[in-house]
Every structure is written in structure tokens, then in C-alpha cells.
């Protein structure tokens, strides 16, 4: 999709239509209050749509919806590879709508176009195809007891799964949800980030069109305290999925414990150290630092937002982090040759250049720090990189959700090591070094559901992905995704 100039990703836009009711039994329906937001483009700061609001009672009425669906077998009692062809044409479908899918989500949330465009939407599609080639080759199991007995241990679904996802890759994040839980019969009920609800719609308007049946995949947009407050209340859901703030997946438990013990699923928050060590590829280090900290304007969970470097290199670092820092500016997020988008909103843009004033206040500024109006939005903020940042100051430790990069500096491994853990989260971690030795040791000595060595976020569906201590538990991608949608079943047998 890259061979569209801006011109045509501006005029496709201005033809795009937005699906902005709730979807429930296989139709878009208002909300049963009748009660609307707006959804805004945070570039422009126009309103696109008005979108249902959704509170408890259309929850409830999606939740029968599912539970009917579940009930009835329609879906839950296909084979896997019957369930596997009809998720292989959403992800044709999906491939087939990439532009479409890209440009709900930059106008949507402020992410350029080149991104949405290469990785979210197609990312979109890869995922449903990876769970479903993958769901017709698991084999379940026979316990070795001996004797005149048969134990047979099975994979089954749930049954209704909530689930309720953030604003930064709203397509994907959905995606990881809903592609392991369909793939297992369950039946789902997505609860999208207000600030972006536009493309679950489209995606379950594509999934009935590819054979998905009628009540196994409702949305209903709306606010988190009322919509995603009563999915995780409600006494007919057997599993609550979430991605988004540590603090909130906290309610979620508390959700769970005050209603029907669910299952709760957490993939939470991160602050994650990048560390560099003397004898790494510094050119590299700093190329994958910066795409680390800036992508996607830094509103990535597993950003890597604390920089670790060895006190021996940090000058040489510092002056290649800077360069490339420099080099990423704010830009219309539908130009493609646009390098940093905008922020989500104003209340967080505000937010982010709270933490930027405070760290002005502690640490010394390399580059950065300014908010820049563009096309009447002030949703911009430029790539920041504070050095000299105290391990106790909040911009060391706060997970801040942009574009602000931490420097602080180590003398040794075990120093590293211990700066690196010194947080409560645990999501993903970063290791630089030509030393397979020191890369090993290091990376066992880190507390995180990934590292990445010579690199930076590497991900793929074929691995699992999660975190430690408050970035959460439970994976996402991988044949493990199927662990959380599924119970084991054991049946005996004597003969
Ligand atoms: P958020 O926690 O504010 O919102 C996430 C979802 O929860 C939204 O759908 C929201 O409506 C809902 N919600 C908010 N308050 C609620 C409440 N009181 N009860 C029930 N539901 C509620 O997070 P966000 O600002 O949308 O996203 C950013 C966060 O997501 C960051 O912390 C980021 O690290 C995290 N995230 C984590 C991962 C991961 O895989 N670990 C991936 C992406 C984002």
C-alpha cells in the first residue's frame, strides 16, 4: 500500500464511511439509551462520526447474543477446520480492505498512514490466518494410565469471552484477542477503546460476511467505567481478555472477584530498559533505540523507554540518539512521508508534557520536548531524550505512553542488570552487545516476558507475548494464545 501518495490517501479519506453503531446478532444497532460520543481525528481535532455509547444493558443484551450463539453450536460446534476456513476468509477480506483498515485507525488515533498501512492492517490479517491454519494441527491428549482405562484430555472453549482492548493498535490489539478465541469456538464480546472504535465495527461487519455466524462476534464501543466496567461485572461471562493500563487491568480483578470469578487475562503496562553495552554496534543500537522509543509516538506498551548505557559509551551514544531523534518530526499522519504522527488526544497529549516538564526540572534535555500545532491540532509532541534521569524520578519509572526516552548510565553488568529490574513492570527488555556470553547471562537475569537481543520489540505470531509482575500474565500470539481460551477437559474411560 505504500505506492499511494498523499493525495490519494487524503481523498480516500474524505470517501471513507464509518460503521458507528454497536453490532449485536450479526446487525448494527443504536445503543438502547439512544446515547452517542463523538469520535475525533486527534490531527485535526475534527469530529468524525458520533458512535452508539454503549453501557450495561447493551452489554447484556451482546452477552445473550453470545451465549445463544454459544448454546446453539452454530459455531462452538464446528470442527477446527471448519472454523479454520471461515477465519481464513476474514483474513482475505481484511487483506482485501487494507487501506480502508489503515485509514480507520490513523484518523481514528493520530498513527501515520505509513505504518497502519504495512503493519497494523495487514499485521490484522496475518494474525487471523496464523490462528487459523494453526487451530486444525493441536492434538489433544491420552494420559498414559495403564490398565483398562482411557483418560482423555481435551481442549474446549470457554464459551463467552469479554474482551476489551486499547486505542494504540486498535485493529491488532483486537486482532490478538479475537483471532485465538474464535479459532476456539468460543463466542466474544469486544469492548474497544473510545478513543478508537471504528475499525472492530468494520472488522465484525467482515467477519458475518465471511461466514462468521450471527451472535459469535458483537462490539459494543463505549466508555471503559460504564461498557467495559459492565463486561467485566457480568455473571454470564466466562473470560475477561484485556490489553491496556496496569491500573485498570487491577479493576478487572476486582471485577472478576465481585461477580462471577471469571477468568481475567492481563496484558497490562511496561517501562522497558534497552541496555547497551561498550562492545554493541553502536549505529545500530542507536537506529533501533530510536525506532524502540519513537514508533507509533511512543504509544507502545513495550516501548523502550529507559536507555541503559554504559558510562564508558554514553557520549558517542547520546550524540547518535540525538541525530536520529532529530530527524523524526510531527506531520500530517495521512502524508506518507510524515515520520511521527500525533498523540491520541489532548488529555493525553497534556499528560505526556507533564511528565516532559518534570523531567526539565531533574534530568538534562538533549533534544525535544516541545508541543507542536499542526493543521489546528496541538496533539503533537516532538521526540524527547532526557539524560542524567535520577532511577527514582517519575520519568524513570512512570510509563509515560510517548515519544520520551530515559537515559540513565551503568558501570557494570550486575549494575545493569539491577537498574533494568528495578521497576514493576516486566513486559519486554532490550540487550546490545557482540558478547554471546554476556547476551545469555544477561538476558536470564531479566525479569521480562521478552527480550530481544541485537534488536529491539522483536515479535511474531509464532512467539508468545505477555509480561511479568504488573505488565500482567496470560500470553497473546503463539499456539500458547490458545491456552486462554480453552479449559481442559478430562473424560475417563473404563473398558
Ligand atoms: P486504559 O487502561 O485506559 O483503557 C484500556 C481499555 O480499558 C479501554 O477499552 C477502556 O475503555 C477500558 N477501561 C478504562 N477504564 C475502565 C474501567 N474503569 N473499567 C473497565 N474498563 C475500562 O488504557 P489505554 O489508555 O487505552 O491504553 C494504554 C495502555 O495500554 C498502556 O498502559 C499500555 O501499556 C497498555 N497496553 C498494553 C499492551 C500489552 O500487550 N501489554 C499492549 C498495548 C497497550
Not at 487471523?128 to 482423555?152: S, V
Amino acid at each position: 500500500m505504500t505506492d499511494l501518495s498523499y493525495k490519494d490517501w487524503k481523498s480516500k479519506a474524505a470517501a471513507l464511511k464509518f460503521r458507528n453503531q454497536c453490532f449485536i446478532s450479526g446487525t448494527f444497532c443504536d445503543a438502547i439509551s439512544g446515547a452517542k460520543f463523538e469520535t475525533l481525528n486527534p490531527a485535526t481535532g475534527a469530529v468524525l462520526t458520533a458512535v452508539a455509547r454503549g453501557n450495561g444493558d447493551d452489554i447484556d443484551r451482546a452477552v445473550k447474543s453470545a451465549r445463544s450463539a454459544f448454546d446453539s453450536g452454530v459455531w462452538s460446534g464446528k470442527t477446527p477446520s471448519e472454523r479454520k476456513e471461515v477465519l481464513l476468509k476474514l483474513a482475505a477480506l481484511i487483506r482485501d480492505n487494507i487501506p480502508e483498515f489503515a485509514l480507520l485507525d490513523t484518523l481514528d488515533m493520530g498513527k501515520l498512514i505509513k505504518d497502519s498501512s504495512t503493519v497494523d492492517a495487514p499485521g490484522s490479517a496475518h494474525f487471523f490466518q496464523w490462528h487459523a491454519e494453526a487451530i486444525d494441527k493441536l492434538y489433544d491428549e491420552i494420559a498414559p494410565t495403564g490398565g483398562r482405562d482411557i483418560a482423555m484430555i481435551r481442549r474446549v472453549p470457554l464459551g463467552v469471552v469479554g474482551a476489551v482492548v486499547p486505542w494504540n493498535f486498535p485493529l491488532d490489539m483486537a486482532t490478538w484477542k479475537l483471532a485465538p478465541a474464535l479459532a476456539t469456538g468460543n463466542s466474544v464480546v469486544l469492548k474497544p477503546a473510545e478513543q478508537s472504535p471504528l475499525s472492530a465495527l468494520f472488522l465484525a461487519e467482515l467477519a458475518v460476511e465471511a461466514g462468521l455466524p450471527d451472535g459469535v462476534l458483537n462490539v459494543v464501543p463505549g466508555y471503559g467505567q460504564d461498557a467495559g466496567q459492565a463486561l467485566g461485572r457480568h455473571d454470564d461471562v466466562d473470560c475477561l481478555v484485556f490489553t491496556g493500563s496496569t491500573a485498570v487491568g487491577k479493576l478487572f480483578q476486582r471485577y472478576a472477584g465481585e461477580s462471577n470469578m471469571k477468568q481475567v487475562w492481563l496484558e497490562t503496562g511496561g517501562k522497558s530498559p534497552n541496555i547497551i553495552f561498550p562492545d554493541a554496534d553502536l549505529d545500530a543500537a542507536a537506529d533501533m533505540a530510536a525506532f524502540g522509543i519513537f514508533f507509533n509516538q511512543g504509544e507502545v506498551c513495550s516501548a523502550n523507554s529507559r536507555l541503559l548505557v554504559h558510562a564508558s559509551i554514553k557520549d558517542e551514544m547520546l550524540e547518535r540518539m540525538k541525530t536520529r531523534a532529530e530527524a523524526i518530526t510531527p506531520g500530517d499522519p495521512l502524508d506518507p512521508a510524515s515520520t511521527l504522527g500525533a498523540m491520541v488526544d489532548k488529555s493525553h497529549t497534556d499528560t505526556v508534557m507533564q511528565f516532559i516538564e518534570s523531567g526539565r526540572q531533574s534530568s538534562r534535555l538533549i533534544t525535544g520536548g516541545e508541543r507542536v500545532t499542526l493543521n489546528g491540532s496541538d496533539a503533537f509532541v516532538t521526540p524527547t531524550i532526557f539524560d542524567n534521569v535520577e532511577s527514582n524520578h517519575k520519568i524513570a519509572r512512570d510509563e509515560i505512553f510517548g515519544p520520551v526516552l530515559a537515559v540513565q548510565t551503568f558501570n557494570s553488568d550486575d549494575e545493569a542488570i539491577a537498574m533494568a529490574n528495578d521497576t514493576v513492570y516486566g513486559l519486554a527488555a532490550s540487550v546490545w552487545t557482540k558478547d554471546l556470553s554476556r547476551a545469555l547471562g544477561v538476558s536470564d537475569a531479566l525479569n521480562a516476558g521478552t527480550v530481544s537481543v541485537n534488536t529491539v520489540d522483536a515479535l511474531s505470531a509464532m512467539t508468545p507475548f505477555g509480561g511479568m509482575k504488573q505488565s500482567g500474565y496470560g500470553r497473546d500470539l503463539s499456539i500458547h494464545a490458545f491456552d486462554k481460551y480453552t479449559a481442559l477437559k478430562t473424560t475417563w474411560i473404563r473398558y
